[in-house]
């Protein structure tokens, strides 16, 4: 159940609104929590939720994925790299159940189809910004292009085009697609690199992947 100005929760089960009992230790006009689940509903005067816990909305979008509508992966914010699970994720906007409550921004994976072109050139973004190497941040002073230009199909340098399409033939778009192909070639995507920088070149071949 969500909460609505007023301290009404609507249900995704019925029209009618329903209250926290003031019983509840969750019960306070001025603070109630914005989303919540119930054990059972008892009507008296009004219709009360009984066995009330108070739920964070990010857990409606990892745990009842199937009642949420979501949006393609959102140009802003920019995708960001998640080191634990070693994906780009992408922003998206989500609705849930059938009353469309929306919830605060979340994450996805850029894994499902026609996302390809999309998560290599924003893993390729995240490598110039140091997110995925870290070492590679050492040269984000020396860059003579911006890693953001990488985001869009309208800016490419010749550097940007190079880059991607070396990260594409080796199919690499996460750090250990990196590490297998640097350990089959030592000198993987230094040369491409090398087109971002304009001091410190020989530094490429040195940085530990």
Same mark, same amino acid.
């Not at 964070?56 to 949420?68: G, Y």
């Not at 850029?110 to 941040?137: C, I, Q, T, Y």
């Given at each position: 159940?969500?909460?609505?100005?007023?301290?009404?929760? +609507?249900?995704?089960?019925?029209?009618?609104?329903?209250?926290?009992?003031?019983? #509840?230790?969750?019960?306070?006009?001025? #603070? +109630?929590?914005?989303?919540?689940?119930?054990?059972?509903?008892?009507?008296?005067?009004? &219709?009360?939720?009984?066995?009330? &816990?108070?739920?964070?909305?990010?857990?409606?979008?990892?745990?009842?994925?199937?009642?949420?509508?979501? #949006?393609?992966?959102?140009?802003?914010?920019?995708?960001?790299?998640?080191?634990? #699970?070693?994906?780009?994720?992408?922003? *998206?906007?989500?609705?849930?159940?059938?009353?469309?409550?929306?919830?605060?921004?979340?994450?996805?994976?850029?894994?499902?189809?026609?996302?390809?072109?999309? $998560?290599?050139?924003?893993?390729?973004?995240?490598?110039?910004?140091?997110?995925?190497?870290?070492?590679?941040?050492?040269?984000?002073?020396?860059? *003579?292009?911006?890693?953001?230009?990488?985001?869009?199909?309208?800016?490419?340098?010749?550097?940007?085009?190079?880059?991607?399409?070396?990260?594409?033939?080796?199919?690499?778009?996460?750090?250990?697609?990196? $590490?297998?192909?640097?350990?089959?070639? $030592?000198?993987?995507?230094?040369?491409?690199?090398?087109?971002?920088?304009? $001091?410190?070149?020989?530094?490429?071949?040195?940085?530990?992947?």
């Amino acid at each position: 159940a969500q909460v609505n100005f007023d301290g009404a929760y +609507q249900c995704t089960s019925m029209a009618d609104p329903v209250f926290i009992h003031p019983s #509840s230790v969750l019960f306070d006009e001025g #603070s +109630q929590p914005a989303f919540v689940c119930y054990h059972e509903l008892v009507t008296t005067s009004k &219709t009360y939720m009984r066995g009330v &816990t108070a739920i964070e909305p990010d857990w409606l979008f990892n745990l009842a994925r199937s009642q949420c509508t979501v #949006s393609r992966p959102l140009d802003s914010p920019l995708p960001v790299y998640d080191a634990e #699970s070693d994906a780009v994720m992408a922003f *998206v906007r989500v609705h849930f159940g059938p009353h469309r409550w929306e919830l605060p921004l979340q994450k996805r994976p850029l894994d499902e189809e026609g996302d390809a072109e999309l $998560r290599r050139r924003h893993f390729a973004r995240l490598l110039l910004e140091g997110k995925v190497v870290k070492s590679l941040a050492s040269l984000r002073p020396f860059l *003579v292009h911006r890693p953001s230009d990488l985001a869009s199909k309208t800016r490419n340098s010749r550097a940007c085009n190079a880059l991607l399409q070396r990260l594409k033939s080796a199919s690499v778009d996460s750090l250990e697609s990196l $590490r297998r192909a640097r350990a089959r070639d $030592r000198a993987f995507l230094v040369p491409e690199l090398k087109m971002w920088v304009k $001091r410190y070149r020989d530094k490429i071949s040195e940085i530990v992947f």
